[in-house]
């Protein structure tokens, strides 16, 4: 009775919410990166999993660049905008950008743009809170680098599975990037603003490599998130995680290793007040979607208002099972289209960039 009861309400604020229409179905997904490869010279698309279906784009696949980069989209159902930006990366690679003309001399890159498909379909029909994969395992805490069979309760929808890799998911990342060995890994994620660095884990600091990668998450966070956090994501993002591809890339295969998490709802209605940091990230989106939030306008009678409560710092998200189907679409995942056109652009030109800065960070330690 109570399954009935909730199916009815999910299937109730699908209908009431829907679906935005632009925004790619899991079939769609795969569809229009395969039509978009046919006029894309050196881009390709290969089916690496049965069940689920998992596809991987790859550039100059065997070809022996100087560089090689793993690209993660989509780890968690519920973060769409994930693999949206992961599509819209892949439509700009074939395009004749300088910047991509760049990794494309001197990258092999491997991008699986959407990791968990099965649960996105859900998602898809209204189930918009749904993290896990179809066994109800949080993928990237599913990971063999200080994997912990401990499942903290506080953490709703963070389940570890009975093992590490115990998922094709995992599974599938696993077995590419041991084949593939990139020298940088990205995973892409929503529901807060951060540029992170590893342990994920832990507090601690990473020992190889963390000047390097906070010099290019500087120049990132300067030029396309300015209210991020950054920085070691045990450290600040105020809880430990076990199990994520994150250290596994970085402990087992020695790869610089950044994680994007994207976007948040600039303003949530679970959020008592109105922080500074929310209000630069509504000024910097589009004019026409600035038009149509006043509250913009008026950030000195909020200040006033919210006199206590004002301060630089992103708002603790609440126990998401308070949280209503919708409201989850909303936090994790733009609503309007100039909101969803305008971080797709940002995050696809954030992570040309950090490939990009890799590259000549590599070539300058090769010379000396």
Known sequence: MKKLILFTLIFAIAHSLGFPSFYHRSSDIHVEIAQTLQKCDGVELEMVRDYPKLSMVTLNKNQNKPNKGFVLFGEHARELISPETGLHFVKKLCSENEEMKSIKDNYELRMIVN??????????????????????VDLNRNYKSHWSKEHDPEMVRTAPGPFA????????????????????????????????????????????????????????????????????CGHEIGYLSPGTSMDYAYDDLKANYFQFIIFRSPIHSHSKSITEAQMLELKSMPSNFQKSNPLITNIESLKKINQTNYQEIIPVLPPLPQMPPDECFKYFNPEEKEQYDYYVENWAQAITLSLNRVAEQRQTQQQS
């Open 115 to 136: 990791l968990n498909p099965l649960s996105r379909e859900k998602v898809e029909s209204g189930d918009f809170c749904k993290r896990e994969n179809e066994n109800g």
């Open 165 to 232: 890799f115990s998922e094709a998911e995992t599974q599938t990342v696993r077995d590419e990037l041991k084949k593939f060995s990139p020298d940088v890994f990205f995973s892409i994620h929503s529901g807060t603003l951060a540029l992170f660095t590893p342990y994920a884990y832990s507090k601690e600091q990473p020992s190889e490599n963390l000047s390097n990668m906070m010099q290019i998450l500087t120049e990132v966070r300067e030029k396309h998130c300015e209210t991020c956090k950054m920085g070691s």
